[in-house]
Nanobody, 123 residues
Framework: QVQLVESGGGLVQAGGSLRLSCAASGLPFSTYAMGWFRQAPGKEREFVSTISTSAGTTYYQDSVKGRFTISRDNAKNTVYLQMDSLKPEDTAVYYC????????????????WGQGTQVTVSS
């Protein structure tokens, strides 16, 4: 079956960095757009970033533009989210997602979800 396994979350001080990884299995990785969503306590799950199959197209939520970078390695079936200049408001559970296109995934049209990894940013 399809598995998306996130890693790299943790506790970091404001201004710090983390790199999330998501290892995918059970699906033809290079044919799926990938991305990240997050859910903060008491809030709805929200789009963070998506990347197309060839990595030629990327999208970011406005609040993370210039601070987060999404990338993928199709040879390793892995997608990454480099998060720099972290802020307390970035605290959330981060979910790896897979879907048809980077564009449709921005509208939460998601086919597969990971279990999530906690990111906590202290002030």
């Amino acid at each position: 079956q399809v598995q998306l396994v996130e890693s790299g979350g943790g506790l970091v001080q404001a201004g710090g960095s983390l790199r999330l990884s998501c290892a995918a299995s059970g699906l033809p990785f290079s044919t799926y757009a990938m991305g990240w969503f997050r859910q903060a306590p008491g809030k709805e799950r929200e789009f963070v970033s998506t990347i197309s199959t060839s990595a030629g197209t990327t999208y970011y939520q406005d609040s993370v533009k210039g601070r987060f970078t999404i990338s993928r390695d199709n040879a390793k079936n892995t997608v990454y989210l480099q998060m720099d200049s972290l802020k307390p408001e970035d605290t959330a559970v981060y979910y790896c997602v897979a879907g048809a296109t980077a564009t449709s995934m921005r509208r939460a049209q998601i086919q597969y979800w990971g279990q999530g990894t906690q990111v906590t940013v202290s002030s």
